[in-house]
């Protein structure tokens, strides 16, 4: 009975093995996405056309960016390389028709999840990678300290074809304000429209305030306003109909967050190997086969965390230390009193 006991576990074992196998195959298989990516040997990524921080490339054409890191982890996980990389700026107005249409596979852009974008056909968000919400950037010698301030013939300036315009114009509608919109399809026009003083507010996510302040002629000479007046949760979008795509995209952003969470970063990643937590062990590859649900190996997470670093890693290399944000707030790990939360590895 031993014996046969002994036998049939094997058997199993083994079964397990070839189902584990199959299933990672057949997951490979359903993804065109995944298919094509890897025929091309690099990850097509939609950003912005320039957002400190976020997506931004330096005079020599390099991106970098929260939002740009999103799609390197993507590339490492997939490719092995979070280099292979290619970078597409695209205005608000023409981001969701570049993803719809093929152009690119992740729009990694500061876009906010919203219930009729989700319900669009055609787009899927898959996570939230920065929490944030809109405000108002005035000049400080303006008189005006507060969004009551603001009067009757104000002017702001945004970009077209935006959640920031819509919200804009709730707000001052709920105020009982005349306002006057200035918009522009590029953020850099908004920027300038401002910055030479065709606007007496700009407004847009507090992230993007904070951002772009320091593009004008004389950032100092400008402040946020203190209130919020918005939820604007913002995230990575792919297509529909390629759910093992939307996976890989939705599981490279949540192992950055979980990375952080347990303390495994670009530096420890190989030595976490030992630990003696199996979250953590499963994070690094040494401990169940979640690859194979993507249709990657088992070493996908392990490049991530090495290649771009856990999520703590990118905001302060791209935010923090840079001085747009340097708190966190909502963006802070649910352990240590923000909201950054995902579902587990396992």
């Known amino acids: 009975m031993f014996k046969l006991i002994k036998l049939l576990t094997s058997l199993f074992a083994v079964f397990a093995v070839l189902v584990t196998f199959s299933t990672g195959s057949m997951a490979a298989g359903k993804s065109k996405t995944l298919k094509n990516t890897t025929k091309k040997g690099f990850v097509r990524c939609g950003v912005s056309q320039g957002l400190p921080g976020f997506s931004n490339a330096d005079a020599a054409g390099n991106w970098t960016g ?35 249409s093929n152009e690119i596979d ?57 959640t920031t315009e819509l919200n804009m114009r709730d707000f001052f509608n709920s105020k009982g304000i005349k306002y006057e919109p200035v918009t522009f399809e590029k953020a850099d026009e908004v920027v300038a429209a401002y910055d030479a003083g065709r606007c007496d507010t700009y407004t847009t996510d507090k992230s993007g305030l904070a951002a772009q302040r320091i593009k004008l002629s004389n950032p100092d000479d400008h402040m946020v306003l203190p209130e919020t007046i918005s939820k604007e949760p913002l995230g990575p979008v792919v297509r529909q109909g390629d759910s093992v795509w939307e996976d890989i995209v939705r599981w490279s952003l949540n192992v950055m967050i979980e990375a952080e969470e347990y303390g495994v970063n670009s530096a420890n990643a190989d030595s976490m190997k030992s630990s003696d937590n199996p979250a953590v062990k499963r994070l690094v590859g040494a401990e169940g086969e979640l690859g194979a649900a993507l249709g990657l190996d088992n070493d996908w997470s392990l490049r991530i965390i090495k290649q771009v670093g856990n999520y703590g890693e990118s905001y302060k290399r791209n935010i923090a230390d840079t001085g747009i944000l340097p708190d966190r707030g909502p963006n802070e790990l649910w352990t240590k009193g923000g909201i950054l939360y995902v579902p587990p590895a396992r």
């Open 66 to 100: 929260v939002d740009v890191d999103v799609c390197r982890a993507v590339a490492a996980a997939v490719l092995g390389d979070a280099s292979k990389v290619k970078f597409t700026p695209l205005s608000a107005k023409e981001r969701f028709t570049a993803l719809t």
């Open 106 to 162: 992740i729009l990694s852009r500061n876009t906010t999840w919203t219930l009729s974008r989700d319900a669009d056909i055609g787009l899927t968000f898959v996570g939230v990678n920065f929490y944030d919400g809109q405000g108002f950037m005035v000049r400080k010698n303006s008189g005006i300290s507060s969004v009551n301030d603001f009067k009757d013939g104000v002017s702001a300036c945004t970009n077209l074809g935006t």
